[in-house]
């Protein structure tokens, strides 16, 4: 198959501390950052990977094209795929500032038709905004059929249908899709026995979690292409369609932490001193 | 001396440091150091040793502890995604990468939380290693050096002995040629990876009556008949890493197995040490700081007297020294860092006398700021400092190794006045 993974750099949510609100409240500020590849988006390549791969052997089975929008640092975080073992990038240059999900969509739709994937297999979100809406977006805009939530994909003719678990409340769903199609990928997808592409021998174990790229990886990952577009190059021109009015941050924690002999009292403390009951 | 394929991507340019062949786009901000040696290949694996570190290490840290021994799946792990070989050239079974990755890695790996399996690492991929590669043939290259760096083989440095540390002139294990074999008769004493290794680069005396010039490395397969491990020490710290008093009775090593030239061990030995006491320097640092960094999450919710205890203002002034320390000890093992990278990786010959000196003096200054760190961390944490439940504790125990580990403090003051000249 050829599978295009959208993915975005994310501000390290272990140095969540070091994220400000610019004093005119107008954005969060990214100085002293230190950025990481968005986990459910590293989920989604690591399961793009498991899908077109012998994971006994190491054969490949397909393409796997990463794609990210961004200024010129996210060439750095399309190297991370690249050193796992995709194939490919595709740096499309914007300030963050001018991208929404719907910019975001948009370019990924003139990217679909130039490039032709069977897939879009994609993180369900990032942890910076929390939006969770890029790909449903993008789903409307081809009008492909669209999986949320994957935590099982399993293919047995080679991707001609999917088998497709999502975890919602009450359980997992299970949907049959025919590609072409976009799925958005959930933590569970990177569990040991999560995605079966009727190649990999049920017998091969992969690993909780990601893979690494291990130093060879990120020495054959220099020299893997990354292709650079602009938003004008797509087409893609009318702007985003969200704006920000104001950012203020939560009001500081205050007290520390008080036991209560009972929850008589819990409640009352709740009702009289803290106002939320 | 070591042949690289690429070349090193940390050069001189004129006067000032540069990056070299830079792939990528440069940052938009200048860097806080004055140099800035590492690349994005470097930064992608720093990534990939501390998720490596916190993930797959850190949750057995406690484990491993109570255990004195981490489990040899370790090295196979490391040596699977590279952090062995790194800055080992790929003739030599390693990645072709410059020393800037050794630093990078011994920095990540602290993470891990135990300072055991760090230094087990550390003895795999920098202490017992190092020579092999300089000085090997492409037989014991095959056989040890890329076996140790795949992590298939666990290796171990042999130089201490009951009566001889770092004035090993005062060896007392011998290795006397018979036939094609040396025969090693001696024992060797605080062997960190010592009761598991499959071998050990070894430092014996093949001429008892030439002092320093008596002496050899001898590669020594540890099922060789005769090796035996008379002991396991019980340490005051670092317990999840295993350290062993070696026996030797007859050990018979065909001559193959020496390692460079008979009668050089000792020059050898020193040029080795040097990669020991740097990576063990970068690492002893990166600890203090993040020691440091985990008592401030203690400062923040600790209340003493109505007040976080990181509001008290003699506290805020003992974190501002002990933080500049830190910095300015960074600042020397960089330097030297950079020296060393800079005699072996950029021109490719021995570490000079002045590399040796400043390394030295990053070891000696290092372990006086960390011990500093280790004793106030304890002070900042009060009660709870001194107590199992908390990683303070161990911290304290595991440090002061460093003060004594890969030559004392006192053996790097001779040093510095001897390569002075004084």
Known sequence: ????????????????????????????????????????????????????????????????????????????????????????????????????????????????????PDLVLMGKQAVDGDSNTAGQVLAELLGWPMATFAMAIETADGGKTLTIGRE?????????????????????????????????????????????????????????????????????????????????????????????????????????????? | MLAFPQGSRYQLNGDSFSGGRRRGPRPRKAPLVAFHPYTEEHELFRKQVRAFAEKELAPHAEEWERDELFPNWVFKRAGELGILGAHYPESAGGSGGDNWFSIAKS??????????????????????????????????????????????????????????????????????????????????????????????????????????????????????????????????????????????????VPKRNLLGQEGMGFIYLMQNFQSERLVGSSSAIAGAFLALDRSLDWGRERMAFGKPLIKREVWQHKLAELYTKCEAAKALVYKSADAFNHDRYVTQ???????????????????????????QVVQFHGGMGYLEELWVSRYFRDQRLFRIGGGTSEVMKYMIAKLSGW
């Open chain 1, 1 to 116: 198959m050829k599978i295009l993974v959208p993915v975005k750099r994310v501000a390290d949510p272990d140095n969540a501390n070091k994220v400000k609100v610019s004093a005119d409240g107008a954005r969060v500020t990214s100085e002293g950052l230190e950025w990481k590849l968005n986990p459910f988006d590293e989920y989604a390549v690591e399961a793009a990977l498991r899908l077109n791969e012998n994971g006994a052997s190491g054969e490949k089975l397909g393409e796997v094209i990463i794609v990210s929008l961004g200024p010129d640092e996210v060439q750095t975080t399309i190297r991370q795929p690249l050193a796992m073992g995709a194939d490919r990038g595709i740096h499309v240059k914007a300030d963050d500032a001018e991208l929404d999900s719907t910019v975001v969509a948009k370019v990924l739709a003139a990217l679909v038709a130039q490039e032709k």
């Open chain 1, 168 to 277: 919602v409340d009450t359980g997992v769903l299970t949907l049959k899709v025919t590609p072409p199609a976009v799925v958005t990928v959930d933590l569970r997808i990177v569990a040991p026995g999560s995605v079966r592409n009727g190649v990999t021998p049920d017998a091969h174990k992969y690993g909780e979690g990601a893979r690494y790229a291990s130093l060879k990886g990120i020495m054959a990952a220099k020299k893997k292409a990354i292709d650079v577009r602009t938003l004008a190059d797509l087409g893609v021109t009318d702007g985003a369609v969200v704006t920000y009015t104001k950012f203020e941050r939560p009001p500081a924690r205050t007290g520390s932490v008080r036991f209560v002999e009972s929850a008589q009292e819990l409640v009352q403390r709740l009702k009289t001193e803290a106002k939320v009951l």
């Open chain 2, 107 to 252: 920095e990540e790996l602290v993470k891990c939380g135990s300072a055991g399996v760090t230094m087990g690492l550390l003895v795999q991929s920098d202490m017992a290693t190092p020579c092999i590669a300089e000085l090997g043939t492409k037989d014991q290259i095959a056989e040890f050096l890329e076996p140790a760096l795949r992590g298939e083989k666990i290796a171990a440095l042999g130089v201490s002995e009951p009566g001889a540390g770092s004035d090993v002139a005062g060896l007392r294990t011998t290795a006397r040629v018979d036939g094609d074999d040396y025969v090693i008769n001696g024992s060797k004493t605080y062997i960190t990876n010592g009761t598991r290794a499959d071998f050990v680069t070894l430092l014996c005396k093949t001429d008892p009556d030439a002092g320093h010039h008596g002496i050899s490395i001898l590669l020594v397969p540890t099922n060789a008949k005769g090796f035996s491990v008379s002991k396991k020490l019980s340490k005051m710290g670092n317990w999840a890493s295993d350290t062993a008093e070696l026996f030797f009775d007859n050990v018979r």
């Open chain 2, 349 to 375: 010959g021995d570490v000079s006398f002045e590399t040796t000196k400043l390394i030295a003096m990053s070891k000696l200054f290092v372990g006086d700021v960390a011990s500093e760190v280790a004793d």
